[in-house]
């Protein structure tokens, strides 16, 4: 019970307990207030529920010297939790109809909600209504029989709570109670005053310390400004001087332009006089021009006039030297000569020429006109190496898609040329046969088991006669190397790639 009074009351319990009416000069109580064994009686002579137990501590618990007293100051805070926890703790133990009737709604409460929420009126009840004190105090002495009895034989346990002791002896009202409950409220305040002492010398020294690191950080603060004032006014210096440098240096430039304005100036009125010469001299010299073209034209009539009379020399010189082969001629019967030195000069005639002479110098190897003069010979064959021309102009699609493209690119130049096509594509790494149908004017073939498609074209090559035109679309550089060889014309692929693109 003593440590549920411990507990705070909560906001409505640190309210002043209401205090109980002064007694009158002759020791008696007010008119309007019944003392406790007053009460007790009253209650058992109306024939109330009071239980016999409860009235026999009533009796006992206010005894003459009790009853007289009063507290001349409002029941301490300490205190007054401790007696609204001794209550809020028995209050569950007695009848509803026992109970005053403000008290009631709070019966089924729990201790600790009855001490937060009716503490206010637990503490009004135990000081206006005696007889529900003196049941309160009756609890008390059968939870602490021991501190009843001390206090009723007038002496003070030590080793007790002297705020326990004084809401007992407010309870059970024994005699010199109002000065117990005098006592423990000064304790408690010299307590709370010891200890707002403590804080207040505690928060003196943590507020000297701040003090002190302010001091430190402040003059730390003002050794740094004073520092960075000391750099500005450097600084400030510096720019001070570069200044006055920066305008020495501009009176300087402003000086040398007015000087280089005045040269120029100068050099404008000398350009303007030579320029005035110079005027005067082309006309002087398109005046001797004239002259000297009119002098030359009359040497030119001069000379015209006597190569007239030369060339008619020469002339019948050249005519008589004429008439005399002429007659030399007929005179030995020489007949005219068939060939002409043009005609020993080894060289390629029209209808003979070979792939290798085919724009050997006049176009680049990329050029697609350099396809369209190798295809323009007649009986021209075309070998193609399949998938190398596909991997080097897409070789992101699928490899049916590779040769779906290309065929369809041949076929078309196969019919725009007339010439003989052939596509060869490596067949040694396909799992099934391929089922296309070849598109016209275009022989695709693949190899074998165990062969490549260089040597498949290598094969086709030594298969045509010898003298044959036959041109090779490959970038392998063993392929170009082995067709030429046997006397075909090998071609990179991407002149086959360009001359497709083109339309």
Known sequence: MVDAAREPAGPQGRQPAVDAPAPDAAGAAPSGTDTPAEAAAGEESGGGDEPAAAVDGSARGAGADGGAEALDRPLPEGVRRRVVGLASDALGGLPLAELPQSLRQYAKFTPARRAKYA??????????????????????RLGQPDLVRALESGTVPGAADPMDVAA??????????????????????????????AEAARLVEKLQAELAEVRSTARSDLDRQRAESED?????????????????????????????AAELEA??????????????????LRHRVTELETAAEQGRRSAREGRSVEDMRLRLLLDTVL???????????????????????????PGSASPHDVARRGLADDDPALLDQLLAIPQVHLVVDGYNVTKTGYPTLPLEQQRIRLLGGLAMLAQRTQAEVTCVFDGQDLDVPVIMAPPRGVRVRFSR???????????????????????????DREVAEGVRKAGARPVASVLLLNRLARP
Do not use: M, N
Not at 185 to 191: I, L, P, T
Not at 232 to 258: G, H, I, K, P, Y
């Open 119 to 140: 503490g206010t009126a637990l503490a009004a009840a135990l000081e206006a209504e005696p007889a529900f004190r003196s049941r309160i105090a009756e609890r008390l």
């Open 168 to 197: 007992a002896a407010y309870l059970v009202r024994s005699a010199g109670w109002s000065r117990l409950v005098t006592e423990a409220g000064e304790e408690a305040e010299r307590a709370g005053a010891e200890g707002a002492a």
């Open 232 to 260: 500005v006014r450097r600084e400030a210096d510096s720019l001070r001087r570069r200044l006055r440098s920066l305008e020495s240096d501009t009176r300087r430039a402003q000086a040398e332009t007015r000087k280089v």
């Open 267 to 284: 050099a404008r009125a000398q350009a303007a006089a030579e320029r005035s010469a110079a005027e005067s001299e082309a006309r002087r």
């Open 323 to 349: 008439q005399s082969a002429q007659g030399l001629q007929r005179e030995l019967a020489l007949p005219v000569s068939q060939i002409r030195p043009a005609d020993l000069v080894e060289a390629v005639e």
């Open 449 to 475: 088991t165990g062969e490549t498609a260089d040597e498949l074209i290598r094969r086709l090559v030594r298969a045509e006669p010898q003298g044959r035109p036959v041109v090779v679309v490959s970038t």
